[in-house]
């Protein structure tokens, strides 16, 4: 269950952080940002920043355990 809620806490980060750094025109280097075209909408993503920000809130969880 824990990492259910880990993955979407990472999604949301990543698309928080993804959002505010593409929309300024750059890929930020090592966080690889890139667009995103899913049907008619386009979203920024970024698999390294969604993969750390899920073993950080699944890390946070576990300690509270």
Do not use: C, D, N
């Not at 993503?45 to 993969?51: A, K, N, R, V, Y």
């Not at 750390?52 to 969880?61: A, E, F, T």
Request: net charge positive; aromatic share 10%; hydrophobic share 55%.
């Amino acid at each position: 269950m824990e990492m259910i809620k880990a993955v979407t806490l990472g999604a949301i980060l990543t698309a928080t952080i993804a959002l505010v750094i593409g929309s300024q025109g750059t890929s930020a280097g090592p966080l690889a940002i890139h667009l995103v075209p899913v049907a008619q909408a386009k979203f920024y993503w970024s698999w390294p920043i969604f993969l750390s920000g899920s073993g950080l809130s699944w890390g946070i969880m576990m300690l509270q355990r």
